[in-house]
């Protein structure tokens, strides 16, 4: 059987850790590296990192970031962040990320999504989702809505259309990030994952509001989440990674514990 | 000094890496000569069966890969590198290297919450005991993604197995080959023991 995974997400600016509170307000934190060659060491199951400054020049600073990642971790991460072209998921790849992560820009031209599952394998391919909760119309039924450009922009997607549509292109997985669950570390929201989680048939990343334990629990049963993005709440030392997967493992869930 | 196998799959340097990061030199040919010449010979996995079987075919690879097999060349394979090492594969009607007798098979799961591919940390069970395989305990796990598997004919080329949606056999051998479809790469330490085992294993599957 397979275990749930617990994934820490770093966000990586210039080279440098940052963590944000509700998408704005970035401070830096620390040696990316470091952190995930410790967070390695306590029984990650995978990394995800996001360049959250994505601008062109900063590339080939990131490409070169990914190959240190890899010359150092072993065990799959993911990058994201401004991954616009096939070329700039095969690069990455290539450097060493076992996956990649596309979101704003796949938003603007959904075949991005088939053209990487095609060039590197849909097992390699996940789609990234920024959504806020909305008052349900017409167009968007779910009561959930796309944002993208870091959860700024409003787009009038559906959110639920947009998973489902993001598998049917050849996503292998799905990141569903709650804007407005998001650096409040109140917990998930678990409606929203349950809801994507239920309707889809590739697994499914549960990302923002942990601030406890429980959080992760809630989310990975009540939400049928495959597995539990945290970032903060490990960042800043409240609780290790095997704090948190002992804590699943006492209440029932199958967790990777031998490392 | 390990040779790894390039078959223009991309994203075999995590291999590389891996074996640096545990102290081995290894190189990537896909030069046919090299690899009848090698000390050990690992061929990793990425992508489809038929599709690496035709690159192995027309660059002579396969037949090396079948000699150095014959001359009792240490070779590890790797997820894809795993199911070739088998007659054929029910991903295309090319034939495989057949260097272990049985086929390799595609997931079919009755219970629908169980998703293909099959990605993620599972158990590894050891069957039947091998030199590689005697760093795991009860309860380690291996990361995997793959959605088929190799299928042995014969129970005792089966030397470990994983449960999803019932057990499938994820370790097989023959004299001096053995393979995984597991990734040890992406393993964690418990991955990168199994290739320094490699590293320094002659070839017999004998316990000593």
């Known amino acids: ?259 | 000094m390990i040779t790894i196998i390039d078959y223009n799959a991309g994203n075999i340097r995590s291999v590389q890496r891996a074996c640096a990061e545990v102290g081995v030199q290894a190189i990537v040919t896909s030069d046919p000569a090299a690899v009848a010449g090698a000390d050990k010979i690992i061929f990793p996995g990425v992508g489809a069966a038929p599709s690496a079987m035709a690159y192995l075919e027309k660059t002579g690879l396969d037949n090396a890969l079948k000699n150095a097999f014959k001359s009792g060349i240490p070779i590890l394979g790797i997820c894809l590198g795993a199911q070739i090492m088998l007659e054929n594969s029910e991903e295309g009607s090319q034939k495989c290297l057949g260097l272990v007798a049985g086929k390799t098979v595609r997931f079919s799961l009755k219970d629908k919450l169980l998703k293909i591919p099959h990605m993620g940390w599972n158990e590894v069970t050891v069957v039947q005991p091998h030199p590689l395989l005697d760093v795991i305990k009860a309860g380690d796990e291996f990361y995997f993604v793959h959605s088929y598997y190799p299928q042995p004919a014969d129970k005792k080329n089966v030397y470990a197995v994983s449960g999803y949606g019932g057990d499938f056999c994820c370790a097989l051998g023959n004299r001096n080959l053995f393979a995984m479809q597991f990734h040890p790469e992406k393993s964690g330490q418990l991955g990168l023991r199994i290739l320094e085992r490699f590293a320094r294993w002659d070839g017999n599957a004998a316990i000593n």
């Open chain 1, 1 to 259: 059987m397979l275990s749930k995974r617990l994934v820490v997400c770093l966000d990586v600016r210039g080279g440098k850790l940052a963590k944000s509170i509700k998408f704005v307000d970035t401070k830096d934190i620390g040696d990316p590296i470091a952190k995930a060659r410790q967070y390695y060491e306590d029984g990650v199951d995978e990394l995800v990192f996001y360049d959250i400054t994505a601008s062109r020049e900063n590339r080939d600073i990131m490409i070169h970031f990914v190959e240190e990642v890899a010359r150092q971790i072993f065990i799959p991460f993911s990058v994201g962040g401004g991954i616009r072209s096939v070329e700039d998921a095969t690069k990455l790849r290539n450097a060493g990320a076992e996956k990649v992560n596309v979101n704003t820009a796949a938003v603007k031209r959904k075949e991005l999504i088939s053209e990487i599952a095609h060039a590197i394998g849909s097992q390699s391919t996940i789609l990234s989702m920024d959504i806020r909760k909305v008052d349900p119309t017409k167009e968007m039924p779910s009561g959930y809505e796309i944002v993208v450009n870091g959860g700024v922009t409003p787009t009038g997607i559906d959110g639920l259309w947009w998973a489902k549509e993001g598998e049917k292109l050849g996503a292998g997985e799905l990141v569903i990030n709650s804007i407005d669950a998001d650096g409040t570390r109140d917990g998930y929201e678990i409606n929203l994952t349950r809801m994507i989680a239920e309707s889809v048939s590739i697994p499914v990343i549960a990302s923002g509001g942990a601030g406890k334990p429980e959080h992760l629990y809630d989310v990975l049963t009540e939400g049928h989440a495959d597995a539990a993005l945290v970032a903060s709440v490990v960042h800043y030392g409240e609780y290790t990674c095997r704090d948190l997967k002992e804590y699943l493992h006492k209440r029932g869930i199958k967790v990777r514990l031998n490392y």
